[in-house]
């Protein structure tokens, strides 16, 4: 079946790095855009960044632009996040999304499970 | 940046009730609007997209409607298992952006 299966969650410390990947199965992951979408603890949900189906074209929230960078590699179906500088209020469940449309950029229709981020002295 | 904002923030209502939720967009955003149900530790799904769209799999009981600028989100004879959090989110430019979410709690 159609899966998203995030892994890299954890308790790091301030400024430290953290890189999150998402696997993804039970479909033809070269052809969907993919996103990173979190959610602080109690709150509501943040569009962190997106990429392209060929990972050409990526899009950053204003909160990571120049400290995170998604990448995918569609050789192996997973998608990462590569996490610097983090900060406290990077605390949040991070999900991994599909994009409902091939090569189109829209709702998200498969989410994962999400990976939780603590930062944290 | 598009803002989407939701109301309420909350709402009661019992079995077999209707309850509609709003989301006004600070721009148009043509019918670039999707809604979300997100329950207690769970990951969001995916209702409806393109403002009315209904999603594979979810009960006709659940609609949408609107345009430009104000969405719906209606939720017709309720059922135990609606009680959550709804979001509604557009897609017409980034930042993607969601609103703040509706909490619909058993009266």
């Known amino acids: 079946q159609v899966q998203l299966v995030e892994s890299g969650g954890g308790v790091v410390q301030p400024g430290t790095s953290l890189r999150l990947s998402c696997a993804a199965s039970g479909f033809t992951f070269s052809t969907y855009t993919m996103y990173w979408i979190r959610q602080a603890p109690g709150k509501g949900l943040e569009w962190v960044a997106s990429?392209?189906?060929?990972?050409?074209?990526?899009y950053y929230a204003d909160s990571v632009r120049d400290r995170f960078t998604i990448s995918r590699d569609n050789s192996k179906n997973t998608l990462y996040l590569q996490m610097n500088s983090l900060r406290a209020e990077d605390t949040a469940v991070h999900y991994c999304?599909?994009?409902?449309?091939?090569?189109?950029?829209?709702?998200?229709?498969?989410w994962g499970q999400g990976t939780m981020l603590t930062v944290s002295s | 940046d598009i803002q989407m904002t939701q109301s309420p923030s909350s709402v009661s209502a019992s079995v077999g009730d209707r309850v509609t939720i709003t989301c006004r967009a600070s721009?148009?955003?043509?019918?670039?609007l999707a809604w979300y149900q997100q329950k207690a530790g769970k990951a969001p799904k995916l209702l409806i997209y393109?403002?009315?769209t209904l999603q594979s799999g979810v009960p006709s009981r659940f609609s949408g409607s609107g345009s430009g600028t104000d969405f719906t989100l209606t939720i017709s004879n309720l059922q135990p298992e609606d009680f959550a959090t709804y979001f509604c989110?557009?897609?017409?430019?980034?930042?993607?952006?969601f609103g703040g979410g509706t909490k619909v709690e058993i009266k």
């Open positions: 999304a599909k994009a409902l449309l091939v090569g189109a950029t829209g709702a998200f229709d498969i």
């Open positions: 721009q148009g955003i043509s019918s670039w």
């Open positions: 989110q557009q897609a017409h430019s980034f930042p993607l952006t």
């Open positions: 393109s403002i009315s």
């Open positions: 990429i392209s189906y060929d990972g050409i074209y990526k």
